[in-house]
Antibody, heavy 120, light 112 residues
């Protein structure tokens, strides 16, 4: 059974970098055919796609965040990561990691999410 | 970016009655593959979203057959044939033809 689990600091100060890791179990992250994805949800709001990464390291970023965003993958640890720099209160959100099936392009497995608050 | 527009934004349904949610995209989601790159997701209260429908009309594994997806191009519909109490939550459509992937605003379904 595929499981994804987000981890990282829950509180980040403004102007600093938000860093999250998604640990994957039940499947090797280096298996082709999947795009490992980050999505966020501002409190009480809808879903926003942040970006995704293939096992090869190819990334797809949301242009609205691109200048601040780094998504990376570590196949040896079977996890992928998100870094968002220069955060503000507007980056306070629930952050989800998910797996997208390549080719059919649907998100079939999601982590439980982690709430990150940006505050001094 | 492709803009996804859902309607209605909220819906109160009597158990056992049908429900329908519309999703429209600003561009066609039907390329030459013949598949519509449109998915439906349900976010139950306090939970992560879960996949219901992919490629416009294919039910995900384990999803009850009271859920069905239809439509093509820019107009899509999610139907629940007989709403049950466990179906409450927010329903989102998401286009996956282009990046950035984009979601509809969400439709909150409640039980009367």
């Amino acid at each position: 059974q595929v499981q994804l689990q987000e981890s990282g600091p829950r509180l980040v100060k403004p102007s600093q970098t938000l860093s999250l890791t998604c640990s994957v179990s039940g499947v090797s992250i280096s298996t082709g055919g999947y795009y490992w994805t980050w999505i966020r949800q501002h409190p009480g709001k809808g879903l926003e796609w942040i970006g995704s990464i293939y096992f090869s390291g190819t990334t797809y970023d949301n242009p609205s965040l691109k200048s601040r965003l780094t998504i990376s993958i570590d196949t040896s640890r079977n996890h992928f990561s998100l870094k968002l720099s220069s955060v503000t209160a507007a980056d306070t959100a629930m952050y989800y990691c998910a797996r997208e099936q390549g080719g059919y392009n649907y998100l079939d497995n999601w982590g439980q999410g982690t709430l990150v608050i940006v505050s001094s | 970016d492709i803009v996804m527009t859902q309607s209605p934004l909220s819906l109160a349904v009597t158990p056992g009655e049908p429900a329908s949610i519309s999703c429209r995209s600003s561009q066609s989601l039907l390329p030459s593959t013949g598949y519509n790159y449109l998915g439906w997701y349900l976010q139950k209260p306090g939970q992560s979203p879960q996949l219901l429908i992919y490629l416009g009309s294919y039910r995900a594994s384990g999803v009850p057959d009271r859920f069905s997806g239809s439509g093509s191009g820019t107009d899509f519909t999610l139907k629940i044939s007989r709403v049950e109490a466990e179906d409450v939550g927010v329903y989102y459509c998401m286009q996956s033809l282009h990046t950035p992937r984009t979601f509809g605003q969400g439709t909150k379904v409640e039980i009367k």
